[in-house]
């Protein structure tokens, strides 16, 4: 096991970092890894229903993105950017503010052309991140939607023309500024042949959050520590899975944030719980997965945690021979990237 971040590095050239999403959804590459004989396989996202058995469960992160970045002003005409990161109350979030020293104590930011919405800073936290409170007319939901942008990470920089497109098809609930990008892959039409196959399609709940955005600082990668995230195990998922697991069939997680929803929510005897709480759970390599089988997921950065937890399911070595591979095949990465499946 490796704990050094700079055996996580690898070289990626710029022109392979998606910039915009495939179209259609499931037209992305997919590269196939067979665990048990080391085969690798290129072919389409849709084709992942050949690899799919009945009985199988997919497990899928069924959280809803928010137009979460802001931009807004000061009374002296200094224009802000303000990230949404987590919900405090209803009208209090935790927030990054670029530049953040531009704004003191019970100063406000004025949103939107008639001020729609007012942020009055509360609160300067330890790590940096600021605590605001948010005053407007209506609910907040609707003025975010008129007001706010997709948080779009900061390797993307072409503007995204669909806000829908980095929204799973599935998305149900939540406050995530970060989309579970495995799952942009699916459309409803894929998702149904999955259905009918037998497959069984379960929903589970982790916001993403923070840690989406912040990269491992320390050479030590035991050092790092992980943002927490809320998630949620809902009754009948635990049920579905905990049934599927007893009699010995798959259990397959879309991308890393169902992964760590799953494994951050199982006692001692194996069995998952049904729950909502905070987890900052950190897997990789030396982790013993406990619940999830395979793995459908994008290709990550290099030294982040993303690319620590896949290396966990599959060797370190092997995994960054894979993305080698990738590479010169010309697979697009990150968050509107082609995808892999570990089975």
């Not at 096991?1 to 970092?17: A, E, G, W």
């Not at 990470?153 to 829908?164: A, C, G």
Request: charged residues 30%; neutral net charge; proline residues 4%.
């Amino acid at each position: 096991m490796s704990t050094y971040l700079s055996d996580y590095d690898f070289f990626l050239p710029d022109n392979l970092i998606g910039q915009s999403p495939r179209e259609p959804r499931d037209h992305s590459k997919l590269m196939l890894i067979n665990k048990k004989n080391n085969s690798i396989e290129h072919k389409h996202f849709y084709d992942i229903i050949d690899y799919l058995t009945a009985g199988d469960v997919l497990v899928r992160n069924s959280t809803k993105v928010i137009p979460a970045r802001i931009f807004g002003h000061k009374d002296t005409g200094g224009v802000l950017e303000i990230l949404l990161i987590k919900r405090i109350d209803i009208d209090t979030w935790e927030c990054l503010l670029k530049p953040a020293k531009k704004l003191k104590l019970n100063q406000k930011v004025y949103i939107g052309q008639n001020n729609e919405l007012i942020a009055e800073l509360l609160e300067i936290k330890e790590d940096g991140n600021r605590v605001l409170k948010f005053y407007y007319k209506g609910t907040f939901e609707e003025n975010l939607d008129k007001l706010g942008n997709m948080p779009l990470p900061p390797y993307i920089t072409e503007n995204l023309k669909d806000k829908n497109r980095y929204q799973t098809v599935y998305a149900i609930k939540g406050e995530s500024v970060a989309a579970p990008t495995a799952g942009l892959h699916f459309t409803d039409e894929l998702l149904k042949k999955i259905a009918d196959k037998g497959v069984e399609i379960v929903d589970v709940f982790l916001e993403v959050g923070l840690g989406t955005f912040r990269p491992v600082q320390t050479e030590n990668v035991l050092e790092h520590k992980m943002h927490e995230e809320i998630f949620e195990i809902p009754e009948e998922s635990a049920n579905i899975i905990n049934k599927a697991r007893s009699e010995g069939r798959r259990i397959i997680s879309v991308g890393t944030t169902a992964t760590r929803a799953l494994e951050s929510s199982v006692d001692d005897n194996g069995k998952l719980i049904a729950q909502k709480r905070d987890t900052g759970i950190f897997i990789y390599p030396g982790y013993k997965f406990k619940i999830v089988d395979a793995l459908i997921t994008n290709f990550h950065l290099p030294k982040s945690t993303l690319l620590m937890l896949v290396s966990a399911l599959y060797e370190r070595e092997k995994m960054l021979e894979i993305y080698k591979i990738a590479i010169q095949e010309k697979y697009h990465f990150f968050s509107f990237g082609d995808a892999m499946f570990i089975y």
